[in-house]
């Protein structure tokens, strides 16, 4: 299951700022390894459990992936799929450690904002804690948000940003979302959260607070983000 929380003043006020941070291409580069990687599993996960060839598997993971935000949820609805089960059998990584591409002044750079920090991402709670060490951050966060914790409610739904912020007993209007996804930014704005889109893109849509190339260069931006 997710981790909730830490029991801390920080994760429990309601006027400290918080940062919550997604994880895949955020925290890390997940497109070299560990996306192709995981793409490749579920892929086989729709062959083997839907009796699909190949191809077939695949376009029914990108419509899922399209039409509900994430994979699961469409196996969920439509099939039946224990997501435990699903999330287990594809995140399996023989070597996660080697496989993720780590930014140098990563953790400095956390370590220089202010307000707790959180982690609140659609992969699985294992995963997200074996990224984190990998990384060597994980002691800086209060708490990891994983698609167990949601409520198998992946962003953008709304309904998983709630059952976070009630958690962590958190309101929408200190935190700040850090994020690479625009759909999962449009949805944190709605709610009132500050946002940063961490993008090469040169174009910012009005929904974004501040974009920025990498996470190393919030403690700059944070000023911006009042």
């Known amino acids: 299951m ?7 003043s920080a994760t429990r006020s309601k006027t400290r700022r918080a940062w919550v941070f997604d994880l895949d291409n ?5 497109s070299p390894h ?6 490749r599993s579920m892929t086989a996960y729709l062959e083997r459990h839907l009796q699909l060839d190949s191809e077939a598997a695949g376009r029914l993971r990108q419509h899922y992936w399209h039409r509900y935000g994430a994979t699961l949820l469409g196996l969920m609805r439509h099939h039946g799929t224990d997501p435990h089960h699903f999330l287990a059998e594809t995140h399996r990584f023989a ?11 990563l953790r400095a750079a956390l370590l220089r904002l202010p307000g707790s920090k959180l982690v609140f991402s659609n992969s699985p709670a294992r995963y997200a804690r074996a990224v984190l060490e990998a990384l060597r951050i994980a002691d800086l966060f209060d708490g990891i948000f994983s698609i167990e914790s949601a409520g198998f409610r992946p962003k953008p739904q709304p309904q998983g940003f709630r059952r976070i912020l009630r958690a962590a007993g958190l309101v929408p209007e200190r935190c700040v979302m850090v994020e690479d996804s625009l759909e ?8 009132g959260m500050k946002t940063v889109w961490i993008t090469r893109e040169p174009r910012t ?6 974009s920025l190339s990498s996470v190393r260069l919030l403690p700059r931006a944070a000023a911006k983000l009042h």
């Open 205 to 210: 849509p009005g929904y974004v607070d501040v």
């Open 184 to 191: 999962n930014l449009r949805a944190a704005k709605k709610l």
């Open 95 to 105: 070597d996660l450690p080697a496989m993720v591409v780590r930014e140098p002044g």
């Open 2 to 8: 997710a981790s909730s929380p830490k029991t801390t």
């Open 34 to 39: 560990i996306f192709p990687h995981i793409n």
């Open 26 to 30: 955020t925290l890390h580069d997940a």
